[in-house]
T-cell receptor, first 115, second 113 residues
Framework: DARVTQTPRHKVTEMGQEVTMRCQPI?????VFWYRQTMMQGLELLAY????????DSGMPKDRFSAEMPDATLATLKIQPSEPRDSAVYFC?????????????FGPGTRLLVL | DQQVKQNSPSLSVQEGRISILNCDYT??????FLWYKKYPAEGPTFLIS?????DKNEDGRFTVFLNKSAKHLSLHIVPSQPGDSAVYFC????????????FGQGTRLTINP
């Protein structure tokens, strides 16, 4: 049963600390997306990759957020330094661009609380 | 600037009746539309989609309608079941495939027994 995995599932940290969230996309998928869910904005796209190359990170605060794909099986989203307004649920999703699959598959999310 | 809007944060429907969830969009370049369903503590899961060349797509109890001139789509669930209680997100993209999606804010649907 292929699925997207995310770690950690929950993270509580203090303002100013670095936070790293990890995502393992479904094997064989070539696109990876990072979203943030907030009450006001719903699901916001932060960044996305195709074949490990970043295509769009316009939704991400560049001064504190960074997203990378060190290899095809791992995507990371880092926040440094973290702020209380970063508290949200962060979702990773993967998909197969150019294939017959027409959608993105989401992981369970990382619930982040910055105190 | 919300390009995809779901103006109803919540909706309550009696079991067995029809649930209608609405979504409006502003970007005329959107070519493909999707609905995702989300249960608490889980990621969204794909439910149904529609291409802009169609005005209706049906899958079992779920039907999506697209009105391009009004830039409006809706999701109909009939009959509604308690397991349909979830948050529903409308999403749009400029092409089919695993492309960049723009999501609405979501509508929380509650099905009452």
């Amino acid at each position: 049963d292929a699925r997207v995995t995310q770690t950690p599932r929950h993270k509580v940290t203090e303002m100013g600390q670095e936070v790293t969230m990890r995502c393992q996309p479904i094997l064989g998928h070539n696109t990876v997306f990072w979203y943030r869910q907030t009450m006001m904005q719903g699901l916001e796209l932060l960044a996305y990759f195709r074949n490990r190359a970043p295509l769009d990170d316009s939704g991400m605060p560049k001064d504190r957020f960074s997203a990378e794909m060190p290899d095809a099986t791992l995507a990371t989203l880092k926040i440094q330094p973290s702020e209380p307004r970063d508290s949200a649920v962060y979702f990773c999703a993967s998909g197969l661009d150019g294939g017959h699959q027409e959608t993105q598959y989401f992981g369970p999310g990382t619930r982040l609380l910055v105190l | 600037d919300q390009q995809v809007k779901q103006n109803s944060p919540s909706l309550s429907v009696q079991e067995g009746r029809i649930s209608i969830l609405n979504c409006d969009y502003t970007n005329s370049m959107f070519d493909y539309f999707l609905w995702y369903k989300k249960y608490p503590a889980e990621g969204p899961t794909f439910l149904i989609s529609i291409s802009s060349i169609k005005d209706k797509n049906e899958d079992g109890r779920f039907t999506v309608f697209l009105n391009k001139s009004a830039k409006h789509l809706s999701l109909h669930i009939v009959p509604s079941q308690p397991g349909d209680s979830a948050v529903y997100f409308c999403a749009a993209s400029e092409a089919q495939g695993a492309q960049k999606l723009v999501f609405g804010q979501g509508t929380r649907l509650t099905i009452n027994p």
